[in-house]
């Protein structure tokens, strides 16, 4: 079964850096979503990139697609405090469910 | 905003116990799953549910569990026997059908902590 990997696991920063996490899967994908999750919350939706798009943005999140390298990545610009949370990269190959990654773990410094 | 629930939200059981957990989907979304989260650990998928039938289920899914859509809004997913293994943070989520996956997000709950003493 794909599985995403996100790397590197754990970020740290200082407010106003941009932070960078990156997912790497394995098998063909319809899209692939990113997700936020606060300590011991539930995971909240970021952002959708199907395979035929290469690039989208939504507010200070930018993520990629790669499916050459079957890869992605998340960048936040200008990172806040409230930014701190894991990240993770969730593939969908046509099938009802979602695989998700081992995730990144950002800390953001005040 | 219309949102997932789930309960309880920590439960503490013996081993070998019998343990279910409840979630309220959003009231028109179609697709149903469990999925669950050891500490620290990654979010692995347990079980999709459509049309009152399981979708899919991955090889966590044993005969050990099982999920039931009682009623119109409960989804329920129960643990016959508890291992410790089981300890872990358990997450509804809930699909628009017109969402799909390919289109649309999937809504979470803020989980169910099941500790397996």
């Known amino acids: 079964s794909q599985q995403g990997e996100e790397d590197p696991q754990a970020l740290s920063i200082q407010e106003g850096e941009n932070a960078t996490m990156n997912c790497s899967y394995k098998?063909?994908?319809?899209?692939l979503q990113w997700y936020r999750q606060n300590s011991g919350r539930g995971l909240v939706h970021l952002i959708l990139?199907?395979?035929?798009?290469r690039e989208k943005h939504s507010g200070r999140l930018r993520v990629t697609l790669d499916t050459s390298k079957k890869s992605s990545s998340l960048l936040i610009t200008a990172s806040r405090a409230a930014d701190t949370a894991s990240y993770f990269c969730a593939t969908d190959d046509d099938t009802d469910k979602l695989i998700f990654g081992t995730g990144t773990r950002l800390q953001v410094f005040p | 905003e219309p949102e997932v629930t789930q309960t309880p939200s920590h439960q503490v059981t013996q081993m070998g116990q019998e343990v279910i957990l409840r979630c309220v989907p959003i009231?028109?979304?179609?697709?149903f799953y469990w999925y669950r989260q050891i500490l620290g650990q990654k979010v692995e998928f347990l079980v999709s549910f459509y049309n009152n039938e399981i979708s899919e289920k991955s090889e966590i899914f044993d005969d050990q569990f099982s999920v039931e859509r009682p009623d119109g809004s409960n989804f329920t997913l129960k643990i016959r026997s508890t291992k410790l293994e089981d300890s872990a943070m358990y997450f509804c989520?809930?699909?628009?059908?017109?969402?799909?996956?390919?289109?649309?997000?999937?809504?979470f709950g803020e989980g169910s902590r099941l500790t397996v003493l």
């Open positions: 989520a809930s699909l628009n059908l017109r969402g799909t996956l390919n289109t649309g997000e999937l809504f």
């Open positions: 990139i199907r395979s035929n798009e």
């Open positions: 009231s028109n979304h179609l697709y």
């Open positions: 098998t063909s994908i319809n899209n």
